[in-house]
């Protein structure tokens, strides 16, 4: 079993940065596959990013370039450094983990659920 607990949400304006970081415990961390996913009021969740165990990493088109995730297998956590965001990044983000790095990115859903940290970005 594995407990994801994320922090770092908060309100900023647009243009600014944030940093999401997810703590992970039980399970085997360095194993999993990782993500961060989004839902913004009326909307359905979607995939933001995910990494792979061997760190290959993926972004859904609307954050390329702007957002950046990275994995700390000593510390067990992954994080998501946020920057130039926009109001359409506003949304309660949730850190995923699964077995497969598939699973997360072609099927867009996982094993494990954090209980999600709000975003809030204004304009």
């Given at each position: 079993?594995?407990?994801?607990?994320?922090?770092?949400?908060?309100?900023?304006?647009?243009?600014?940065?944030?940093?999401?970081?997810?703590?992970?415990?039980?399970?085997?961390?360095?194993?999993?596959?990782?993500?961060?996913?989004?839902?913004?009021?009326?909307?359905?969740?979607?995939?933001?990013?995910?990494?792979?165990?061997?760190?290959?990493?993926?972004?859904?088109?609307?954050?390329?370039?702007?957002?950046?995730?990275?994995?700390?297998?000593?510390?067990?956590?992954?994080?998501?450094?946020?920057?130039?965001?926009?109001?359409?990044?506003?949304g309660i983000y949730y850190c995923a983990a699964h077995?497969?790095?598939?699973?997360?990115?072609?099927?867009?859903?996982?094993?494990?659920?954090?209980?999600?940290?709000?975003?809030?970005?204004?304009?």
């Amino acid at each position: 079993q594995v407990q994801l607990v994320e922090s770092g949400g908060g309100l900023v304006q647009a243009g600014g940065s944030l940093r999401l970081s997810c703590a992970a415990s039980g399970g085997t961390f360095s194993s999993s596959a990782l993500g961060w996913f989004r839902q913004a009021p009326g909307k359905q969740r979607e995939l933001v990013a995910a990494i792979s165990s061997g760190e290959t990493a993926i972004y859904t088109s609307s954050v390329k370039g702007r957002f950046t995730i990275s994995r700390d297998n000593g510390k067990s956590t992954v994080d998501l450094q946020m920057d130039t965001l926009k109001p359409e990044d506003t949304g309660i983000y949730y850190c995923a983990a699964h077995p497969s790095f598939y699973t997360i990115v072609a099927q867009k859903t996982a094993d494990y659920w954090g209980q999600g940290t709000q975003v809030t970005i204004s304009s």
